[in-house]
């Protein structure tokens, strides 16, 4: 595999390995430390994440590499108008992997047909943040000691919530799943996250409105941040705000060995109190982080490049239907091709190669 | 010790030391190139600064370290609303030790309190800013050979000029140091000053209101830049801003050993002419800031980290009393405890922990 | 030689050897991996330019070396009104070699006035932008074998480009060159180019108005942005803005060894289309961006540092004569000498030493 674009570009296998090697790290971090050096990590974020562009800093350093790179468009040529494309051709001189980071969904399919070097999505928009996604599974991992067998509660917002989307599909592939899904009615996980993976799967699921109904099951509860922005009425925001917020109260009849999840930023959705129980992981999380990324830098580096191809479908829609999706890489990109996949042949159903926007057709 | 907030935070002992390595270092730098191999400094600049970032990023890489972190706010998760405790908490596990600058005055404190790895303040809005005393020390004792027995002439804005009022406490505890404060009737030394520190250490002082009566009997010259938004009356400000401007012309009836000095950057307040006079210390101020830090980076990193937490005080006062000062780090930091600690009991008088701001009970 | 200002500033000779080094580490990267190891490169962008700073940046890394440096203008002293001249002495504190982006003409020799470090212009406003035009020597040498005897197309903005003027300058030294001018009427080379390069040196050359009418004669094609807002008249620019796009029927009767080269970004002026053309060099332009750097750091790290100063003139205006362009570094930076060179002392004509604007005394 050359880049990481979605979780399940990694299979279970490739995941397992990651996480071995990841625990290596961390059990013998000097024998890592020069692993990369005479190499460069291009970070390139058209917008700024300073906890993921830090953590990528810090595990090309600790491999012995070097960074360069950018932390926000304005200063970037892309503020001149050039393409994706080009930037990613131009960075191919600088530096031998790339982690980038973009507004637009798709943006990195963009940049890996673009490359002879690995490309690392860290965020496409609201799309895929796959390394989050390991950072998640390396957690539990060494949290849990596995990935099967677990009850996992998702709270907060389960709408827009990436990370909630990606770490149901990642766990779609363990056995022993279940997923209580807790949030406001206005919040709860999209129709087509059911279907086509809760659902197909067979994964059982239930969904409630209270973190407290929920609590006693749980082996993990991964809390997320509510926006009011979400809301079309603020004072809907108002009235439900609290109920999603893990306080020590609402842990009292959770199991001693919960894992407390939180992909961070925190603004308010767990108590600082909460910091200093046994069950918090959240700055564990951060650190686990850092060791998958380095596992992950040292995987694709060690491949030998092959050349860039969208995957192939057995049919693909070019310049057919054209994506219509505002955040989708294809609404600013100069002489980019609009590619669909279909989902559903018979019923005209199809998929935008970069957004995954559903169309029909 | 672990942290350095304040430069009292380091004693006379500590600070000899630390001249003493930096001398070392300026005298043999390949000794120290790789005595930092494999560290990490984390540059966390909540406010740009761009001098105090490269001195430091400079410094680091000057012991065969590494640099990462970000120059200004806006691109950090501050924006995000994440507390400065929570960018701590996770920069711990991307470095070995924090630079850190903030708008707000104790946010380093708030730092140290969240830290296992050593907190450098770097400035806290206008509060400390320990590293610019050192240089400040390091720069005399190279010209002057010494610390005490010197008369030392601070001018400009002494009112709300930070870097003044280190340097006035840093001297207080050497010997025969006499200070003459030059500046507008508006921008003289604020009262607590004088009070808890000159008086109350018996260093006399003189206040005047021109460089020229000053000049024959002053060793070190401190110059400060005096803005005109700390003027209440712009004209008032018109009228006096060349009294405080240091040329060639004023230099006439300066000792020949006279050390000039300013932190930098100047604007007009020392006119470039004097560059060139061999009195002019200004740039190698520039330059022993750099060694300092690297002596402070080595004494920091080799001490054994101890759990964080604040001084101990017979008395405080925790969420009794709130710190209504704007520009302190309470007013914006969330589910932070409000602590006062007393300085004079009897009549109810106590500072803010974190901003030192005055209030009575 | 101790600075690069203008291409100019380095020899015929001095250019055969840059290549002839950048070649040798094309060759062996691995020999040349810690010939800087120790050594710091200080990116000083005034003025944001990603590309130009990553390519120093990556040839600093590969050359063993470390950088530090700021991005853009806004969050350094500059906005605190420092000089130029300030921040270049403090940076020498620093690092060993500077490179600098400025929006105004004529700040690297400010900088070089006030250094002892190496200063590299990395582009200063409209001015000069030396690194390219040694990129684009290169570029050409390697494709070509040959810096003689090439007929060399400009095409685009050939008034305002200022990668345009410097290739003209720098191939005006090398024999059996022969330059056709593809531009709109109103972006036409500027006549001093014309005066004082092309007619001076006897350099044959043509204007014409269409790619397709030059096209089977070249040997280079070096494309160039016509940007909207340099026409007077937008209409003017609708109507001609396509003439001046590359695309392979534009191509079909081009040289099968024609080099196409751009210095991109480039926005629509090269189709996308092109870019799988063996002729199309842009990309590999950026690559030999960084060996060309790379060898030039080399270069003047290796020289023995000597006291600045400008060039010597016969006869130098000292404040005598004050330039007015609002471009030029002398409008923004403090107690600045203005000095003036005679080009034409009998008609009185004279230009500023900084940015070159021409003016009659």
Redesign the interface.
Known sequence: MRNLIDILDLSVEEIDELISVANDIIADPVKY?ESCK?K?L?TLFFE????TR??F??AM??LGG???????A????T?????V???I???????DIIAMRHPKEGAPIVASKASHIPIINAGDGGHFHPTQTLTDLLTISRHKGRLNDLTIGLCGDLKFGRTVHSLIAAFARYSGIKFVLISPEELRVPEYVKTETLDKKGIPYREVKTLEEAMPELDILYMTRIQRERFADPAEYERLKNSFVLDLEKLEHAKKDLCIMHP?????EI??KVDSDPRACY?DQ??C??YIRMALILKLLAETPVPCSLDEHEEELVNKVFCDNPRCITSVE??IDHIFHYTDKENGVCRCAYCEAQTKI
């Open positions: 430390s005479g460069i291009a700024p994440s300073t906890r830090l953590s800093e810090a350093l600790n070097s960074v360069l790179g950018f932390s926000e304005g200063s970037s040529s503020a001149k108008g050039e393409s494309a080009d930037t051709r131009t960075v191919n001189c600088y530096a961070l930023p925190r603004v308010n108590s600082t700055f951060a650190l982080g850092k100069q002489e």
